[in-house]
């Protein structure tokens, strides 16, 4: 079904995340995703773009492993494995993080505190169950010079998490919290909500800054202008649970311009190269 799938597909070298031909149904049997085939590497920044209701996050939460997406057809690799039947914490334990989508506030847990242990559950798993938590100093250590790399202020460190958080702090702590639990490839599921200049600014610029040869980022969002910002490497049009269009960051010029409307439902194929 649909436009026969173009070159990027097509490579020889195997991605560490490949999704195969990823169907995700809902629990009442309702299919979302109808059909995904998608390679992130590390060292590349990819952008999935598609219109609210168009099936992005229920992408993402099938990626993550979460329990109420159900995987009926096609696969989930990482690193050359099959994770497809992975529970959630095996996934983020080898290295596929998710940033959270609607953080909570969480009363008298500071953000240095939510981060440690976040970092030390991690590490329990990384070492089959073994209680090794991070030296307290070593920690702070790193933490401090994470947040001098990303350029967030010290004193965000000591407040409760999201407590009265502005959409740009809530980012911060994300980007932070990427940086510290150094995902091999983060996955960031970016709404609206929260997403003022200020906020696109952090995430873009902390997805930049951290994606390497040890990190990509598959950043999902339906809001245009975060493209400005985080220039991604390959973009990719979402509609209707299906992959509409690949291309590289002229595709998102294609967006701007014309909004999805230009990839309903014939994906413009022509308009490539
Ligand atoms: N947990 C859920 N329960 C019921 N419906 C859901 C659930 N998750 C997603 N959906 C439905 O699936 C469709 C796609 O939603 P979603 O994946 O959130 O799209 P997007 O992130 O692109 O806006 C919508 O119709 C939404 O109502
Ligand atoms: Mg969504």
């Given at each position: 079904m649909g436009p026969p799938r173009p070159a990027f597909h097509e490579r020889e070298c195997v991605a560490l995340l490949e999704l195969k031909n990823l169907h995700v149904a809902l629990e009442d049997g309702t299919e979302i995703v109808?059909?995904?085939d998608l390679s992130v590497d590390t060292g590349e920044i990819h952008a999935v773009m598609g219109p609210n209701g168009s099936g992005k996050s229920?992408?993402?939460?099938?990626?993550?492993?979460?329990?109420?997406?159900?995987?009926?057809e096609g696969q989930i690799f990482f690193d050359g494995d099959d994770v497809t039947e992975l529970e959630a914490d095996k996934r983020a334990q080898r290295g596929l993080f998710l940033a959270f989508q609607y953080p909570h506030a969480i009363p008298g847990v500071t953000v240095t505190s939510f981060l440690r242990s976040a970092i030390n559950a991690i590490r329990k798993a990384r070492s089959g169950g073994a209680d090794d938590p991070v030296p307290?100093?070593?920690f702070r250590k790193e933490m401090m010079a994470a947040m001098e790399r990303l350029k967030i202020?010290?004193?965000l460190a000591q407040r409760y998490?999201?407590?009265?958080?502005?959409?740009?702090?809530?980012?911060?702590v994300e980007i932070l919290q990427m940086a510290?639990?150094?995902?091999?490839?983060?996955?960031?599921?970016?709404?609206?909500s929260g997403l003022d200049i200020d906020a696109l600014r952090i995430v873009a610029g902390g997805v930049r800054d951290l994606v390497g040869p040890e990190m990509g980022a598959l950043v999902i969002t339906h809001y245009q202008r975060?493209?400005?910002?985080?220039?991604?490497d390959f973009v990719h049009v979402f509609v209707d649970g299906r992959v509409v269009a690949d291309g590289g960051p002229e595709l998102a010029h294609t967006l701007e311009a014309d909004g999805y409307e230009a990839f309903m439902p014939v994906p413009a194929v022509g308009s490539k190269e």
């Open positions: 109808k059909g995904v229920t992408l993402a939460y099938a990626l993550m492993g979460h329990p109420a997406y159900e995987i009926t307290i100093p070593e202020p010290r004193e998490l999201n407590d009265g958080f502005s959409g740009g702090e809530k980012k911060r510290m639990l150094k995902p091999r490839i983060a996955v960031l599921d970016e709404t609206d975060i493209l400005s910002y985080i220039k991604p």
